[in-house]
């Protein structure tokens, strides 16, 4: 099969690959139909996650078709539509049994501090991921749901990551009716997280990033007010200005370890690794928040420190509320709200990039060219 | 506004509700649905108390933060190579709490890169640093356009990032062929 290969820091390239075979009695082999490029694959493309192993195949977000079972599963047949959430989860252990699909217990030996994820290093447990045209599905059982019938392709896709993690960004700031909710970063994530506090009873919603193009899409998709912190001496200053000097109620760092705004945090995080991610947006989120304000955190960061005011959310006294999105608890509400008409995701997806160009991708992505938000990866041969 | 007790004044829900489709449907008395559940229960479709055990062919690197290895791994690429010694000791030495497991990891994909960079010059496929950086795209999708006349903060540092990123590998490759040079003089003088 063809599927994309990490060759080291910012290079990839197109290989055959032997198709996944059956490992575990629970296994599913999907064919892929569509997968997408987020955001926190950058991070890996860039070198940044620990045990990135030239070889593998990145590509957490992916729908597909059930080509093969293991002799233990019972929920799926071969020819199934499915959307696969982006963690690998086994439903049983102490964490799934409270709900908490992302910090599974039973699907990753390399680490105890991360669940598993498709194509995502072997921090996160060695899987090869779905920017193939086949992959292994683990507890097919339980982590894959059949796409109903009425369900575009494209907004399934959304489903299995940045829509379900920027709907949990906004869930863990506690929303409450006429809250203040600011969100850093206008990708994917941030854009979802914004239009989900409407729906939690946001009174005002306001999203900050230096790209002028995704500001333009938070106006129009997300309905909310736009701050190009690059306009600002000092968007803290703004921030507070905006807010009546007590700050917003809640913020929502939807950047993560790849935000961009200060040149030394980048600089020592992104490009020489000395950091597990550029806290910029997160230390903005905590100074604009008001006092005892809840700061949400789904932007991914690494496993090494950061340079975090942890002084300024400790006086402040702040609640601090982050996790990697259990994502198939989402999707009952969020399958409701797309069928409601209250979300439609894939407005946000400007690119569509056959496998076969990938590493263009990526860079388009990376480099921010052509204003891209959300590129989609379709595996021509499927 | 004083520092008073009154918050600032908040936008009208009625109005909110009329403007943004679907405003306030996750208000309560819908159930949050965020974190923890409050009572313990195993997902249904998880027929099993414990999962049956992937075979472990070849021996499994795990965190010794772990007290097994878990039933299900991924194998996308095990570990071999000096940059595999390097991964087997962090595993087996530090536990995810330590810098040095991690700093030991992240020079191990360095040195995997390395290793497979020079493998690839003696097959049929090299790599190419230019179609595997996909810098074609900078030509076909408006690399140019795409950075000048706009406020983009990431300029500020687009000028030191190829030093960055390029640099270990020139220094590199300076250090191998210097190295080389030096080599073949020894050779040369010993023979003499």
Known sequence: MRAMVYRGPYKIRLEDKPIPAIEHPNDAIVRVTKAAICGSDLHLYHGMMPDTRVGTTFGHEFIGVVEKVGPSVQNLLVGDRVMVPFNIFCGSCYFCARGLYSNCHNVNPNATAVGGIYGYSHTCGGYDGGQAEFVRVPFADVGPSIIPDWLDDEDALLLTDALATGY????????????????????PVGLFAAKSAWLMGAGRVIVIDHLEYRLEKARTFAHAETINFVDCDDIVVKMKRTTDHLGADVAIDAAGAEADGNFLQHVTATKLKLQGGSPIALNWAIDSVRKGGTVSVVGAYGPMFSAVKFGDAFNKGLTLRMNQCPVKREWPRLL???????LKPNDIVTHRIPLEHIAEGYHIFSAKLDDCIKPIIVPTAS | MAYTAQGPIRPDSDVLRARIPGWGVDLPPQPPSDQEESAPVPLPEAHWEFPDLQPENRPR?????????TPVFGTAAPLKGLSGAIRRHAYAKYSETRAAHWLLLLGADRVDAIEHHLASMFTLRP??????????????????SSRVGRKRTDLSHTWIDPILVAGPWILFGVAVV???????????????
């Not at chain 1, 949990?168 to 990708?187: P, S």
């Not at chain 1, 409701?336 to 209250?342: A, E, P, V």
């Not at chain 2, 190419?128 to 076909?140: A, C, D, L």
């Not at chain 2, 210097?178 to 023979?191: C, I, K, S, W």
Request: charged fraction near 25%; proline fraction near 1%; glycine fraction near 16%.
């Open chain 1, 336 to 342: 409701s709200h797309i069928k409601n008409g209250y």
């Open chain 2, 61 to 69: 690197e795990r965190s010794i933060e772990h007290k097994m290895l």
């Open chain 2, 178 to 192: 210097r190295g080389g040079g030096t080599l073949a003089a020894r050779l040369r003088n010993r023979r003499n």
């Open chain 1, 168 to 187: 949990f960004g906004a869930q863990l700031g506690n929303i409450a009716e006429g809250d203040t909710v600011v969100v850093f970063g206008a990708g």
């Open chain 2, 127 to 144: 790599d190419n640093p230019i179609t595997e950086t996909g810098v074609k795209s900078e030509f076909t999708h408006n690399g140019f």
